[in-house]
Every structure is written in C-alpha cells, then in structure tokens.
C-alpha cells in the first residue's frame, strides 16, 4: 500500500514569494490533515478535511494560506505571500476517517521543508 | 483551557536501560494516541488508549493510560540504538493535539 505522498520535499524561496504543497492521500482515506512543524517541536494542525469539506481551519492563517481538496482526493496548501517566520516544516497526513466511523489513526506523508529568506 | 505537559523534554540513555516519557493532562482525555519520529523523519503511529487503565504492548514498548483518563505513559524496556527519536502523546476527538515530545538518545 503506497504511503502518503508529499511534493516538493524541500522548497527554497524568498519572502514575499508564493509557495505551494501537494498531497496525495493514502487511497480511501476520507480525512486529510496539513500540520506545520517547527524544529523541536510537535505538529501544528493547519486544517482538517473531511472529504472535500474543510471542517476545521481554525488553526489556518487566512490572510496569507490557503487549502483545497479538491473531488476529496489530492490537497494543495499554497501561502502567498511567504514570510520568514513561515520556515518549518509542512506535513499532510491522512486516516480513514473517524468521522465515518472509521479509525482516525493518521499516516504521515514525509513532509514539505520549507526554508523563506 | 485544557493543557497536556510532556515529560522529560530530553533523555539521554546508555544502550540497554529503561526509558520513560509521560503525558499528564489538567483535564480527563478521551483517548490519547503515541507517535515517534526518527531524526529527519515523520511522525509515526504506534498506538492508540481508549480505555481508562488500559496498558498495551508491543514487544519492548509499553503503553499505560491512567486510571483517571488524565495521564499515559510510554516505556521502553532495554533500549537500543533504533529506538532514537521524538516521542509524542496526542490527544483528542477528529483533531489532534500534539504534545512537545521526548527527545531519546541512546548511546551505545
């Protein structure tokens, strides 16, 4: 069973620049998730997805992120426009999908590291 | 608000003996779950409690969680060399919270 994918694995950018991440779920799994890692430090939730609804981006910055998931498959997070404090690391992750009933037990993809100077 | 304290921060072990990290709650957690991540890697699952006093094991690595749903811990028996890495509780319903994890150095 392929694993979650994650592209690019390492961008290098200049502030003020745009910036996107692509992720392909494991097959089937309904539920998607970008979190924001910084060094020394546990995952962040960015946004949730529930199928192609985005059930929790409470946590997004809305003024310069933004997601899809568009036919509730692949997922893009794109940030426009990049600032220093954006360097981290993006990782997507998906389950099967405890909203449906299923397991929520989250797959990790390898992430996106992302350095702004 | 509900917080969950991650400890220790940093464990520096020689190969073979124990190791514990523990995750304590201010508040009773419906379930919580325990990944590790090796150095440049992702976040893993390993396990996840659900039940009040519940202990699991998988080979050298043992899961509790508390009596009270408010505490869980993970240890590691003997350690070895692959066991280096961050080890994070997470918590939660749908959306996770993550602990700050425990970082594990084994020296052999």
């Known amino acids: 069973e392929a694993g979650v994918v994650q592209s690019p694995r390492y961008k290098i950018i200049e502030k003020k620049q745009p910036v996107a991440f692509w992720c392909n779920p494991i097959?089937?799994?309904?539920?998607l998730y970008w979190y924001l890692q910084n060094l020394g430090q546990g995952p962040e939730l960015l946004i949730r997805y529930e199928n192609e609804e985005a059930v929790d981006d409470s946590q997004l910055p809305k003024d310069r992120f933004s997601a899809e998931r568009l036919k509730g498959v692949d997922s893009t997070l794109k940030i426009q426009p990049a600032e220093l404090g954006d360097s981290a690391v993006y990782l997507c992750?998906?389950?099967?999908?405890?909203?449906?009933?299923?397991?929520?037990?989250?797959?990790f993809g390898p992430g996106t590291r992302l350095t702004v100077l | 608000g509900q917080q969950v304290m991650q400890i220790p921060q940093y464990q520096h072990v020689q190969e073979g003996e124990d190791f514990t990290t523990y995750c304590n709650s201010s508040t009773t957690l419906s379930n919580i779950q325990w990944y590790k991540q090796r150095p440049g890697g992702h976040p893993v699952f390993l396990i996840q409690l659900v039940k009040s006093g519940e202990v699991k094991k998988q080979k050298r690595l043992t899961f509790q969680f508390g009596e009270a749903k408010k505490n869980s811990s993970l240890h590691i028996t003997a350690t070895q060399t692959t066991d280096v890495g961050t080890y994070f509780c997470a918590w939660g319903t749908y959306k996770y919270i993550f602990g700050t994890g425990t970082r594990l150095k084994v020296l052999a």
């Open positions: 097959s089937g799994h309904n539920t």
């Open positions: 992750a998906s389950s099967p999908g405890a909203f449906s009933g299923r397991s929520d037990t989250q797959y």
